[in-house]
Nanobody, 115 residues
Framework: QVHLVDSGGGLVQAGGSLRLSCAASGIIFSDHAGGWYRRAPGKQRELVATITSDGSTDYADSVKGRFTISRDNAEKMVHLQMNSLKPEDTAVYYC?????????WGQGTQVTVSS
């Protein structure tokens, strides 16, 4: 069965950086696209970034130029490098992996950005 573990969240000051990681198991990872969602207090889930099986990426306007998504097929990992963090980036971040059949989600990792 599919299992995703999110990690790397924490408390950081505005302007700082964090690197989130997602470890996948139970899938042929190279056949899947991946991405990161976030859920901030009082808001619905927002799609932050995606990466396809061939490495093409896309980003929400709110994070473009600050966040970078990447994947390592050998390690079955998806990463989200977050730079120039802002208080409005505070949220629980969730890794997701999908193919044409289904989506899988990680448990989430908390990111808190202080002023």
């Amino acid at each position: 069965q599919v299992h995703l573990v999110d990690s790397g969240g924490g408390l950081v000051q505005a302007g700082g950086s964090l690197r989130l990681s997602c470890a996948a198991s139970g899938i042929i990872f190279s056949d899947h696209a991946g991405g990161w969602y976030r859920r901030a207090p009082g808001k619905q889930r927002e799609l932050v970034a995606t990466i396809t099986s061939d490495g093409s990426t896309d980003y929400a306007d709110s994070v473009k130029g600050r966040f970078t998504i990447s994947r390592d097929n050998a390690e079955k990992m998806v990463h989200l490098q977050m730079n120039s963090l802002k208080p409005e980036d505070t949220a629980v971040y969730y890794c997701t992996i999908w193919d044409s059949i289904r989506h899988s989600w990680g448990q989430g990792t908390q990111v808190t950005v202080s002023s």
